[in-house]
């Protein structure tokens, strides 16, 4: 049974800060690149960062420099540390896993964050 679980979501104040993991079970791990996407209120799916099988991070220009991405493969977790949230940060934050050329997709159930005063 494929599943991806995520924790951590809550509400933070502007400023501070949140780290989301993704424990995953069901699949190779290894073998796949993991994403985060967030969906905000009424807005569609925007994909914040990935980090492929390697390593190799990338992250959305509206996050990048205060979101951080790694994973730690020994546990099949991936982790999205979030500083300086903003309230535009506010969303449901899902953990997708891809495996690149197949058009597979693994998904979460979602973590929401709430950033506000």
């Known amino acids: 049974e494929v599943q991806l679980v995520e924790t951590g979501g809550g509400l933070v104040q502007p400023g501070g800060s949140l780290r989301l993991s993704c424990a995953a079970s069901?699949?190779?791990?290894?073998?796949?690149?993991m994403s985060w996407v967030r969906q905000a209120p009424g807005k569609g799916l925007e994909w914040v960062s990935a980090?492929?099988?390697?390593?190799?991070?990338n992250y959305a220009d509206s996050v990048k420099g205060r979101f951080t991405i790694s994973r730690t493969n020994a546990k099949n977790t991936v982790y999205l540390q979030m500083d300086s949230l903003k309230p535009e940060d506010t969303a449901t934050y899902y953990c997708?896993?891809?495996?690149?050329?197949?058009?597979?997709?693994?998904w979460g159930q979602g973590t929401q964050v709430t950033v506000s005063s």
């Open positions: 069901g699949f190779t791990f290894t073998a796949y690149a």
């Open positions: 980090i492929n099988s390697g390593g190799s991070t």
């Open positions: 997708n896993a891809a495996y690149r050329g197949s058009g597979i997709d693994y």
